[in-house]
């Protein structure tokens, strides 16, 4: 049994690899060197070459983001190239679609592409990044702060009541070890709101001074968005 299981969204993608010749595989490399979203909106805008001439653009870009998902899945794995094209080969050699399934004989071309495929050193360094970036228990997703007042009674409710506070109540959305989406909600006052604003000025300084001593270096995660 194959070490991987290949989602059915991405199984037509990576059976049209099959149909890749020599030129056309090189020309799906350049375009993953790109990083994807560039890889996506070149797929979608070029008119189809020599090497695509019997590959439709959708078709091209369902390939590049097959492709592309298979960076992510190896970034989370201690794998080499090679070792991983054979896993995804043997995964697609036992899916239910026969029409897509990869045959015996088809094997080692699957295998010797795919590994071409997936030696864009952008993309990989871009994915291991990211995978890097959410290595942790939990991993955050989003937030959002409400503020509201709460009524203060006396003994008689009736008379309605004699003071408010205000609280504001701070919901964490996270990815957990599990992959699931889990939420925590804390309470908080107008000394806590200080007291995170101050924590995130200060790390915005320090991620600022962090960029500065490590020009040498792409860097992911810091204060200015990734270009790719």
Do not use: W
């Amino acid at each position: 049994m194959a070490e991987l299981s290949i989602p059915k969204r991405r199984r037509a993608g990576l059976s049209l690899i099959q149909r890749l010749n020599a030129n056309s595989a090189n020309e799906i490399l350049s375009l993953l060197q790109l990083g994807v979203e560039e890889a996506l909106s070149e797929a979608r805008a070029r008119k189809p070459s020599t090497s695509f001439s019997d590959i439709p653009s959708e078709e091209v870009v369902s390939l590049i983001e097959s492709v592309a998902e298979l960076y992510k899945v190896r970034a989370n794995r201690d794998v080499s190239v090679k070792d991983f094209a054979r896993n995804v080969t043997d995964a697609m050699g036992e899916i239910d679609e026969v029409s897509l399934r990869i045959s015996e004989s088809g094997r080692e071309e699957f295998e010797s592409k795919l590994a071409l495929l997936l030696g864009a050193e952008e993309l990989s360094v871009t994915s291991k990044a990211k995978s890097l970036a959410v290595e942790d228990e939990r991993a955050f997703c989003h937030a959002r702060i409400m503020t509201e007042l709460r009524p203060v009674f006396t003994e008689d409710a009736e008379a309605g009541p004699k003071a408010m506070v205000m609280v504001h109540r701070l919901k964490v959305v996270y990815h957990s070890a599990d992959s699931e989406h889990k939420e925590i909600y804390l309470v908080l006052d107008a000394d806590d709101l200080k007291t995170i604003r101050k924590q995130i000025d200060r790390a915005e300084v320090e991620a600022r001074s962090l960029e500065s001593i490590l020009p040498e270096f792409r860097l992911f995660g810091g204060g200015e968005p990734e270009s790719r």
